[in-house]
């Protein structure tokens, strides 16, 4: 029987840990276990039976060996959970191209991310604001009156005739144009190695479910070999 001394002490032990109690805490607690979906398409949940059925009919190559069916289903299932292990390889790596960004196995740092990015957003808004009056100024004479009136375009940030007249180039310069900022977004990113090497511990996790949906796919493969001949 349990004395009054250990139920003041399981009580007081309860208070201690019942998780986060703040709406900001809650919202991460919920994502905790949130990372790719992986563990849930496991056993070929969250698969389209019609990309399974599809895939199958093509494997049983007409055979209508109605034993094979089932064979065929469980070996389209793996193909495509294979299919959506390599997809996320590649998005893990892509994601950590962002020098900011780390890996998911190490924290989430998105909203962090996110909150930086939108400080300098705000930040990129000042400026325009500081540079857009002498933009105007320098096309004043092939702009419309109103163009050069704040209150006639409230709602756009910058002139559309303005636009307009700035996108205005040669293929050539707009090639130049392009290849900078392609470069820029180069420099800005991490190499392609680099990217590798921060999304390893990520990847790291992937290996497990690829292991399994490997030893799955060879042994739904052996009995539909076993089945069919």
Not at 73 to 100: F, H, K, M, Y
Request: aromatic share 4%; with cysteine.
């Amino acid at each position: 029987m349990t004395s009054e001394r250990k139920r003041t002490a399981n009580r007081r032990n309860g208070r201690k840990g019942n998780g986060p109690r703040s709406a900001a805490g809650k919202e991460r607690a919920s994502r905790n276990a949130l990372r790719h979906g992986l563990a849930a398409l496991g056993n070929g949940n969250g698969i389209a039976s019609d990309d399974v059925d599809s895939l199958a009919f093509v494997i049983c190559d007409e055979d209508d060996n109605p034993e094979l069916w089932p064979l065929a289903q469980a070996i389209s299932r793996n193909e495509l959970v294979l299919q959506a292990i390599g997809e996320q390889q590649i998005a893990l790596i892509e994601r950590v191209r962002d020098p900011a960004t780390i890996a998911l196995a190490k924290r989430d740092n998105t909203m962090p991310l996110l909150k930086q990015r939108i400080a300098k957003r705000k930040a990129a808004c000042k400026q325009i604001e500081i540079l857009l009056p002498k933009v105007l100024d320098k096309y004043r004479d092939r702009l419309r009156p109103q163009d050069l009136d704040p209150s006639y375009h409230l709602y756009e940030f910058v002139p559309l005739e303005l636009k307009v007249l700035l996108e205005e180039a040669t293929p050539e310069e707009r090639e130049t144009a392009r290849d900078r900022a392609r470069k820029r977004v180069e420099q800005l990113q991490r190499a392609e190695h680099e990217a590798l090497k921060q999304a390893l511990p990520d990847l790291i996790r992937l290996d497990r479910y690829e292991r399994r949906a490997w030893v799955r796919q060879l042994r739904a493969f052996q009995k539909f070999v076993e089945q069919s001949s």
